[in-house]
């Protein structure tokens, strides 16, 4: 994932080629929260020939970059600013500036993520993605980003791959990665989030959650629902998302299937 300004549209992945061996890069990941500079000719020897060349076609002479993990999950986050060769170098108070900078920005997306999950989806974060209705990611988990990678080779990571994102006008479905994992991707607001699921593995339904199954299964609409169990409407949409998402399930079909094997119970299955 990466958002830039100012830079041309070939960096992020030109710069993913060389990330691994970027020293700069490696030195802010080994000083998480801190703002990490270097500056110089001096500086642009130390790295390999293939990031002082990469340095030297975007003019990069002065760079300052703080690392974090990603809010929630287990990946990082960054942010880096460079300045040209006939710029001054960065000094101790853009440093402080930059923590503070850095500090709030995730502050700020934190309170946004807890915002979006407010509906209580059982979906761990790194098992969680959001993105926007034209496919650009805006958070993905670890564990989701493993899985997309695995099964779309030449996915680059900043959108959905193009079979996910043409799927986005149908939610919500299921894209199943194999027999047994799949995303389910289903709206959120203005955007679109993808949740990890299993067909035979779940997680157990709360005794709501079942209820609402239950009821919904047998041809009662959503607001029917809600008057059988006495919560909102509202309330009764959250109980048959989160089953949904826990069935790996798309459609009413699927759900009847999925009731159907488990019994009507909501003990956990093994493959």
């Not at 801190?34 to 002082?52: I, P, T």
């Not at 459609?251 to 093994?270: C, D, M, P, W, Y």
Request: aromatic share 10%; with cysteine; proline share 4%.
């Amino acid at each position: 994932m990466h958002g830039s300004i100012g830079l041309s549209a070939s960096f992020a992945e030109e710069w993913a080629e060389i990330s691994g061996v970027d020293c700069f890069a490696n030195s802010s990941i080994s000083c998480l929260g801190k703002a990490v500079r270097d500056s110089g000719s001096d500086a642009l020897k130390a790295e390999s020939e293939e990031v002082a060349a990469f340095c030297k076609r975007h003019d990069i002479f002065h760079s300052m970059a703080v690392t974090e993990e990603f809010p929630s999950s287990r990946t990082l986050f960054f942010v880096s600013i460079n300045r040209r060769k006939s710029s001054p170098e960065f000094g101790d108070a853009e440093s402080i500036l930059m923590e503070e900078f850095f500090n709030h920005l995730t502050y700020c997306w934190r309170s946004y993520l807890s915002m979006i999950r407010s509906d209580g989806l059982p979906s761990l974060w790194d098992n969680y993605a959001l993105a926007s209705t034209q496919g650009k990611l805006l958070y993905i988990g670890r564990d989701i980003g493993e899985v997309i990678s695995e099964k779309y080779a030449d996915w680059k990571g900043s959108s959905l791959p193009g079979n996910v994102s043409r799927l986005v006008s149908h939610v919500p479905c299921t894209v199943y990665a194999d027999g047994r994992q799949g995303m389910m991707v289903q709206p959120c607001g203005d955007l679109i989030a993808l949740m990890l699921c299993s067909r035979q593995q779940f997680s157990p339904l709360s005794p709501r959650e079942l209820s609402a199954a239950n009821i919904y299964s047998l041809g009662h609409s959503y607001k029917e629902v809600a008057r059988i169990l006495g919560v909102t409407p509202a309330t009764a949409r959250t109980y048959l998302r989160s089953a949904y998402v826990q069935l790996g399930v798309s459609n009413k079909v699927e759900l009847i299937t999925a009731l159907r094997q488990a019994g009507g119970k909501s003990e956990a299955h093994s493959p």
